[in-house]
């Protein structure tokens, strides 16, 4: 099955910074890159995701990039705010594939 | 968010009962996907559904089975609960081509 880390673990930046958040993945099939944000006491939620054939996509303040070659991709948030804290989860799949492997996810602190 | 919803939302209960959870969604998904989420664990994939009566085990199924004998309904039983499932359960499914994951509220078990 395919291995999944994400880093870090843990990511405190203060209000306006950008945050960076790297998740790497083992199975060179995989095709379809997604990142779900949780917050406290909810549901996670599908925020931005990516197929395998682009290497970057934007959404305002956030942004996915992919290297296939290497087998990672990162979640970018600029001038972050402190309702972007929440615990964030990669979660790559694919190849023929019906089910997708969460990172252990990333808490991210925005601190006013 | 009406499109899936999970009962009960909240269940205290002891331990070796057999425990219930459903998962209902109203738009004729064929994938779902019961997962637990524990801390530093992020969510693992406890069984998945392929359609009517087809269904797969994820990476920790021990201790759980499933069912699905409409499109609409996923359960979840855990046929004699123990301590170790004291956890956070997200029902999902796929929405899209890809593995894209849209999740119930959740339901939070506690076994005493």
């Known amino acids: 099955g395919e291995n999944v880390e994400q880093h870090p673990s843990t990511l405190s930046v203060q209000e306006g910074d950008s945050a960076v958040i790297k998740c790497t993945y083992s199975d060179s099939a995989s095709n379809y890159f997604p990142w779900y944000k949780q917050e406290l006491g909810k549901r996670p939620q599908l925020i931005i995701d990516i197929r395998s054939n682009v290497g970057e996509k934007k959404d305002q303040r956030i942004a996915v990039t992919l290297n296939k070659t290497a087998k990672h991709f990162s979640l970018h948030i600029t001038e972050t705010q402190p309702e972007d804290s929440a615990v964030y989860f990669c979660?790559?799949?694919?190849?023929?594939?019906?089910?997708?492997?969460f990172g252990r996810g990333t808490s991210l602190i925005v601190h006013p | 968010d009406a499109g899936i919803t999970q009962s009960p939302r909240h269940k205290v209960t002891e331990t070796g009962t057999p425990v219930t959870l459903r998962c209902h969604q109203t738009?004729?998904?064929?994938?779902m996907y019961w997962y637990r989420q524990d801390p530093g664990h992020g969510l693992r994939l406890i069984h998945y559904?392929?359609?009517?009566?087809?269904?797969d085990k994820g990476e920790v199924s021990d201790g759980y089975s499933v069912s699905r004998s409409k499109t609409e309904d996923f359960l979840l039983t855990l046929e004699s609960a123990t301590s170790s499932q004291t956890s956070v359960y997200f029902c999902?499914?796929?929405?899209?081509?890809?593995?894209?994951?849209?999740f119930g509220p959740g339901t939070r078990l506690t076994v005493l």
């Open positions: 559904s392929y359609g009517v009566k087809d269904t």
């Open positions: 999902a499914i796929r929405t899209g081509g890809y593995n894209e994951q849209f």
């Open positions: 979660a790559p799949s694919g190849g023929g594939s019906y089910i997708p492997t």
């Open positions: 738009e004729n998904h064929r994938y």
